[in-house]
């Protein structure tokens, strides 16, 4: 019962997460990862095939959004190094 209580806790933690805007919303996800999946897999949680559905498409939707916030995080530290080297000119 424990695991399953974990498991529900970490799904209703990720529900929530996915309604924060960009930035906060991609640091509960580090937080989550580290929470939840560092010292666990994602074979140990213990949920009913619904709730497994949905942490599978949190987890997908999540993973992607991860990539563009990665992109457009780097594409602003290019746009500051250009700033930067102007500036110093």
Sequence with gaps: MERRNWSLKA???LVYIDSLDSFTKADALVKW?????TNASIADFDLELEDLKRLEELFFKNINFLKVQKEETRLE???MQKVKRFLKH
Excluded: A, C, P
Excluded at 33 to 37: G, I, M, P, Q, S
């Design 11 to 13: 799904l209703n933690e």
């Design 33 to 37: 990862h580290n929470d939840y999946l």
């Design 77 to 79: 530290l290019v746009k």
